[in-house]
């Protein structure tokens, strides 16, 4: 499928992964580049998938520019767009070689930042729309995206707001009020169930 001539690729759909992994906003795709990103160990993992993370340190976009931790998804994730752009380039233009230190995480073609976001936000859109998911009385955005990171850690995680707001360079009043306010008891039943070990 194409959006104003330009066809929507795997990529889309890596970078929404990625997002719903990172907790970033959709201003930090324009800078984010492979130099501002690690993987990195937990050593204190129980499960083999969730041994690696990675480590953010891109330049701030709104607010602050503290590190970043991803969700361990997002490694794979990752890794996948790295294959993807180095497959596109030997494909497309063998004197190209995407994935450089000093490129673009998204979209590295489209040296005018600006750009890429509209395109970006264009080829979501008409993702959402051929989702059918418009019907819900809610305008979806690549912000939302970053909205259901951060209501997927509240929901299924067990983190307390304060370290969900550093990681998601955000304030703790912030989770509160656009997101903790959605929360019903229901929602986190187990933890209200819970007693410490």
């Known amino acids: 499928m194409k959006v104003r001539g330009i066809p929507i690729t795997e990529e889309l759909k890596l970078l929404m992964q990625f997002m719903l992994n990172t907790f970033i906003r959709p201003s ?11 993987i990195k160990t937990n050593p204190k993992a129980k499960r083999v ?5 990675l480590y953010l340190t891109h330049e701030k976009t709104k607010t602050t520019d503290t590190e970043v931790v991803s969700m361990p998804a997002a490694v794979p994730v990752y890794e996948a767009l790295l294959n993807l752009h180095k497959a596109r380039t030997r494909k497309e233009d063998p004197t190209k070689h995407y994935g450089l230190k000093s490129d673009y995480v998204f979209f590295p073609e489209y040296e005018n930042r600006t750009t890429m976001m509209a395109v970006v936000g264009r080829q979501f859109r008409k993702a959402v729309e051929t989702a059918e998911i418009t019907n819900e009385g809610e305008i979806h955005t690549l912000y939302s995206l970053r909205h259901s990171a951060i209501m997927y850690r509240l929901i299924k995680g067990d983190v ?3 370290t969900l707001a550093r990681n998601a360079r955000t304030s703790q009043e912030m989770i509160d009020r656009f997101y903790a306010s959605r929360l019903t008891a229901l929602m986190n039943l187990d933890k209200l169930h819970s007693f410490k070990s």
């Open 28 to 38: 930090d795709l324009r800078v984010i580049k492979h130099e501002n990103i690690q």
């Open 49 to 53: 998938s969730d041994k690696q993370f």
């Open 160 to 162: 307390d707001t304060l």
